[in-house]
């Protein structure tokens, strides 16, 4: 079984420039979280689908983040304007309805804003 | 609101046991789970305790005790593979739809030394 696919895993971008994240997650799994990992934290939600439905954005800062996910399989996360203090792992998440104690996280994208 | 508090680090030597602990804070309670991450790698599902007790897997098992909002990983007979950050997690029922949010401790980096 494929594990939570995202690319790309790292990406250096100067301040003020768009970046896009992608996660495809397991087959199957009707929720999907974006979450942020600072260096020396635990990961921070920043939105929570189930299917296509984002039901949990309320961290998400919505005036330069965005968050898609059609169809409710691979879902894109965009940061535009990107900021210094955006440098951070996004990582994405999938689980199955039935057992949404078990995450199944992603390897990261590595972001530098530089 | 919440809060989770575990030990920052944890070293130990090879064979050794050493427990993890985490004491939390939330509005509603679920459970408590517990994730392994090594150095940039996924975050990666250990355990779920819904009820007061020990589970155990393997060389791993994870305590709760829900009257006193605690918590503990217990790793035995330790390996070096077993180096890695440890994150606690609870769900916060009163956010988003019925699964509430999966709110994260700030980890706790274990060495295991030869």
């Known amino acids: 079984e494929a594990g939570v696919v995202q690319s790309p895993r790292y990406k250096i971008i100067e301040k003020k420039q768009p970046v896009a994240f992608w996660c495809n997650p397991i087959?199957?799994?009707?929720?999907l979280y974006w979450y942020r990992q600072n260096l020396g934290q635990g990961p921070e939600l920043l939105i929570r689908?189930?299917?296509?439905?984002?039901?949990?954005d309320s961290q998400l800062p919505k005036d330069r983040f965005s968050a898609e996910r059609l169809k409710g399989v691979d879902s894109t996360l965009k940061i535009q304007p990107a900021e210094l203090g955006d440098s951070a792992v996004y990582l994405c998440?999938?689980?199955?309805?039935?057992?949404?104690?078990?995450?199944?996280f992603g390897s990261g994208t590595q972001l530098s804003v530089l | 609101g919440q809060s989770l508090e575990q030990p920052s680090e944890v070293t130990a030597v090879e064979g050794a046991i050493v427990q993890i602990n985490c004491t939390y804070q939330?509005?509603?309670?679920?459970?408590l789970s517990w994730y392994q991450q090594h150095d940039g790698g996924a975050p990666t599902f250990l355990s779920y305790?819904?009820?007061?007790g020990l589970e155990e897997t393997g060389r791993f098992s994870s305590f709760l005790s829900r009257s006193d909002s605690y918590g503990y990983l217990l790793l035995q007979e330790l390996q070096m593979k077993d180096s890695a950050s440890y994150f606690c997690?609870?769900?916060?029922?009163?956010?988003?739809?019925?699964?509430?949010?999966?709110?994260f401790g700030r980890g706790t980096q274990l060495t295991v030394w030869p």
């Open positions: 305790n819904a009820l007061d």
């Open positions: 939330t509005s509603g309670f679920y459970g």
């Open positions: 087959s199957g799994h009707n929720t």
């Open positions: 997690a609870v769900r916060d029922t009163s956010r988003g739809s019925t699964l509430g949010r999966l709110y």
């Open positions: 998440a999938s689980s199955f309805y039935g057992n949404n104690e078990k995450l199944f």
């Open positions: 689908y189930e299917n296509e439905e984002a039901v949990d």
